[in-house]
């Protein structure tokens, strides 16, 4: 075995070979592409108000969620609670395919009507709440991101749903029954920090109805529209309220802005005879990408770009190699060609930690400036992304010098590298072929590696479409570096098991 002196001098003299003006200038301009796409993708976005422009609702720990609906609510203490009888539930859909020329009656699979307890009526307060849904019966939500199934089915004068909500301190537990008599516990929620003194109430709210069209070749671009959803409630009965003053109605977020909810059906509560109607829409959770934030990563269209340009200079590393020794010059060696594999690596993770590290802070930076919401991302998950897809090119880099080395044809190992690596990636950005086709190729294909950039979470509570062209990819990142790290392995395993000089040979044969 060669010893570490020798390992470490093939790999100066490959760093020292690799130092070509050529290379230095295409790796830079590898770094500039992205971070100038990255840039002019963030300066070209930008929000238009009348006036200033409102900032979406946020947590504590800085993450934007979904928090618009219509409340109900009064004072409630430290211990007490809040039981209704929901007797009907309907709601209001706009312009849904296939001609979108009707409003039509329906509610959407997650529309939400029920009880809730809130630390007071900010967007983005740690709350509980207790609900029946459009399509996924009862359901207990609480901070956003904790969904509880209870009950199947929904609601109607036959058939109604008794809700409580109870608290003690930072408790709350949500119960449901049939005929208010025996209860059926659905979970409880933890709400640390939660004051002595919240709001409890009646509440309703609707997302978009999302659908899908066509485009490409056979691939999808997301359409949302407007809906609303009200519930109707009697026997309202609090305990534990802090004060004699009587309930009041909110809206949490923005509402009765659209021409549906001026000249129709306002949003908000109406009470008769004992008898509440509470009509919302929006919704309580986590964000998804139909709502016009836009995930950090998007700041990296470049990257594609930066991409091609890596695997050239990799195969071109390669093929001069063996171009060199099919003229005569000395063979190419095992040693050589993984001191060559050492260098490219670290030289492309270098360029990917530069590239990635400038271009998704700062264009995160100037959306921000310009009014453009964005999803937040945690300083662990921006560095998995920074450094997962510097390693992603490193690899990739690594691949392409091991179609170069099998192929000892440049043109074709840069057709052949493309075509299996940027290619997928590119194509699988982007609503072209249909999601699943475009799932597959980012699961079986070396592009797979590229899930490193992913920061969105899906959320089965939350209606998206949660797909490679938004920004899902179907592999957790180490799984997709996996991949392409098992590609990388194999292919420059077989390029280091050629003989050295069998170029200078065949060569000869021919001659």
Same mark, same amino acid.
């Given at each position: 075995?060669?010893?570490?002196h020798?390992?470490?001098?093939?790999?100066?003299?490959e760093?020292?070979?690799?130092?070509?003006?050529? /290379?230095?200038?295409?790796?830079?301009?590898?770094?500039?592409?992205?971070?100038?796409?990255?840039?002019?993708?963030?300066?070209?976005?930008?929000?238009?108000?009348?006036?200033?422009?409102?900032?979406?609702?946020? /947590?504590?720990?800085?993450?934007?969620?979904?928090?618009?609906?219509s409340?109900?609510?009064?004072?409630?203490?430290?211990?007490g609670?809040?039981?209704?009888?929901?007797?009907?539930?309907?709601?209001?859909?706009?312009y849904?395919p296939?001609?979108?020329?009707?409003?039509?009656p329906?509610l959407?699979?997650w529309?939400?009507?029920?009880?809730?307890?809130k630390?007071?009526?900010?967007?983005?307060?740690?709350?509980?709440?207790?609900?029946?849904?459009?399509?996924?019966?009862?359901?207990?939500?609480?901070?956003?991101?904790?969904d509880?199934?209870?009950?199947?089915?929904?609601?109607?004068?036959?058939?109604?749903?008794?809700l409580?909500?109870?608290?003690?301190?930072?408790?709350?537990?949500?119960?449901?029954?049939?005929?208010?008599? @025996?209860?059926?516990?659905?979970?409880?929620?933890?709400?640390?920090g939660?004051?002595?003194?919240?709001?409890?109430?009646?509440?309703?709210t609707?997302?978009?109805?999302?659908?899908?069209?066509?485009a490409?070749?056979?691939?999808?671009?997301?359409?949302? /529209?407007?809906?609303q959803?009200?519930g109707?409630?009697d026997h309202v009965a609090?305990?534990?309220?802090?004060a004699?003053?009587?309930?009041?109605s909110?809206?949490?977020?923005?509402?009765?802005?659209?021409?549906?909810?001026?000249?129709?059906?306002?949003a908000?509560?109406?009470?008769?005879?004992?008898v509440?109607?509470?009509?919302?829409?929006?919704?309580?959770?986590p964000?998804?990408?139909?709502?016009?934030?836009?995930?950090?990563?998007?700041?990296?269209?470049g990257l594609?770009?930066?991409?091609?340009?890596?695997?050239?200079?990799?195969?071109?590393l390669?093929?001069s190699?063996?171009r060199r020794e099919? %003229?005569?010059?000395?063979?190419?060696?095992r040693?050589?060609?993984?001191?060559?594999?050492?260098?490219?690596?670290?030289?492309?993770?270098? %360029?990917?930690?530069?590239?990635v590290?400038?271009?998704?802070?700062v264009?995160v930076?100037?959306?921000?400036?310009n009014g453009?919401?964005?999803?937040?991302?945690?300083?662990?998950?921006?560095a998995?992304?920074?450094?997962?897809?510097?390693a992603a090119?490193?690899l990739?880099?690594? *691949?392409?010098?091991?179609?170069?080395?099998? *192929?000892?044809?440049?043109?074709a190992?840069?057709?052949?590298?493309? *075509?299996?690596?940027?290619?997928p990636?590119?194509?699988?950005?982007?609503?072209?072929?249909p999601?699943?086709?475009?799932e597959?190729?980012?699961?079986? %294909?070396?592009a797979?590696?590229f899930?490193?950039?992913?920061?969105?979470?899906?959320?089965?509570?939350?209606?998206?479409?949660?797909a490679?062209?938004?920004?899902?990819?179907p592999?957790p990142?180490?799984?997709?570096i996996?991949?392409?790290?098992?590609?990388?392995?194999?292919l420059?395993?077989?390029?280091l098991? @050629?003989?050295?000089?069998?170029?200078a040979?065949?060569s000869?044969?021919?001659r």
């Open positions: 075995m060669p010893s570490t020798v390992i470490l001098h093939a790999v100066h003299r760093w020292t070979a690799f130092r070509r003006p050529g /290379r230095l200038i295409a790796m830079a301009a590898a770094v500039l592409t992205v971070i100038a796409l990255g840039l002019l993708y963030a300066f070209g976005n930008h929000t238009s108000c009348d006036g200033p422009c409102p900032g979406g609702a946020t /947590r504590p720990d800085g993450s934007l969620v979904n928090d618009q609906f409340f109900l609510h009064q004072d409630l203490g430290e211990n609670g809040i039981t209704v009888r929901m007797t009907s539930m309907k709601g209001t859909i706009t849904p296939p001609h979108h020329d009707r409003i039509v329906g959407v699979p529309a939400k009507a029920g009880i809730i307890i630390d007071g009526v900010r967007q983005g307060s740690s709350y509980a709440a207790l609900m029946v849904t459009g399509s996924h019966g009862v359901r207990m939500q609480y901070d956003y991101r904790h509880i199934a209870g009950g199947a089915g929904g609601v109607s004068a036959d058939a109604p749903r008794w409580r909500l109870t608290r003690s301190g930072d408790t709350v537990t949500g119960h449901e029954s049939a005929d208010g008599e @025996r209860w059926t516990k659905v979970g409880t929620a933890r709400l640390p939660l004051p002595g003194t919240v709001q409890v109430g009646l509440f309703a609707s997302p978009g109805d999302l659908t899908l069209r066509p490409g070749l056979g691939g999808a671009t997301e359409q949302v /529209r407007w809906t959803a009200g109707v409630f609090v305990t534990g309220a802090t004699a003053a009587g309930r009041r909110d809206t949490v977020g923005e509402a009765n802005r659209t021409d549906w909810e001026r000249r129709y059906q306002a908000g509560a109406v009470e008769k005879d004992g509440v109607t509470v009509t919302g829409s929006g919704d309580i959770g964000t998804g990408v139909e709502n016009g934030a836009r995930p950090a990563e998007r700041t990296l269209g594609v770009f930066g991409l091609i340009v890596v695997l050239v200079v990799a195969v071109r390669a093929t190699a063996y099919a %003229t005569g010059g000395t063979p190419v060696t040693g050589e060609l993984a001191a060559k594999a050492v260098v490219l690596a670290a030289v492309t993770f270098v %360029t990917g930690l530069l590239a590290g400038i271009a998704m802070p264009g930076t100037i959306l921000k400036g453009v919401p964005v999803h937040g991302v945690s300083a662990l998950t921006g998995r992304v920074v450094v997962g897809t510097a090119l490193a990739s880099a690594v *691949l392409a010098l091991a179609f170069g080395t099998l *192929l000892r044809r440049p043109w190992a840069v057709a052949v590298v493309v *075509l299996t690596v940027a290619l990636y590119a194509a699988a950005s982007t609503p072209l072929f999601d699943d086709v475009s597959w190729l980012l699961r079986v %294909t070396p797979a590696g899930a490193t950039l992913q920061t969105l979470v899906a959320h089965p509570q939350v209606v998206a479409h949660y490679p062209s938004t920004g899902y990819f592999l990142w180490w799984a997709g996996g991949v392409l790290g098992g590609y990388a392995a194999v420059l395993a077989l390029a098991r @050629r003989p050295p000089g069998s170029t040979r065949r000869a044969a021919w």
